[in-house]
């Protein structure tokens, strides 16, 4: 499956982004997906995930109840919006697709997006 991520930015402390993941060539629905991001210098990090359902939704701490994953099956396509951004979720962001149930480390995704950069301005 192919993954293809839009949407990054610059934005304003305390404002708003949505990120958009588009997948190709193979089933959607039966993927489990996520988003991760990684920060200059940093290492790659886990930021949500959504079940084929939609159902289903983990968040790592530091975006929980700020961000919101969700996924349209029909449009075979991820989202991520991210409310009260801060400096700190400058990154390059990743959407990520994968057969697992529960995956949540990015070593059990199998498939990726090429990243889109979001920046977030104090």
């Known amino acids: 499956v192919q993954l293809q991520a839009s949407g990054g930015g610059l934005g304003q402390a305390g404002g708003s982004l949505r990120l958009s993941c588009v997948a190709s060539?193979?089933?959607?629905?039966?993927?489990?997906m996520g988003w991760f991001r990684q920060a200059p210098g940093k290492e790659r990090e886990f930021v949500a995930a959504?079940?084929?359902?939609?159902?289903?939704?983990n968040y790592a701490d530091s975006v929980k109840g700020r961000f919101t994953i969700s996924r349209d099956n029909a449009k075979n396509t991820v989202y991520l919006q991210m409310n009260s951004l801060n400096p700190d979720d400058t990154a390059v962001y990743y959407c990520?697709?994968?057969?697992?149930?529960?995956?949540?480390?990015?070593?059990?995704?199998?498939?990726w997006g090429q990243g889109t950069l979001v920046t977030v301005s104090s």
């Open positions: 990520a697709a994968t057969t697992w149930y529960g995956a949540t480390r990015a070593s059990g995704f199998d498939y």
């Open positions: 060539g193979g089933t959607f629905s039966t993927y489990r």
């Open positions: 959504i079940n084929w359902s939609g159902v289903t939704t």
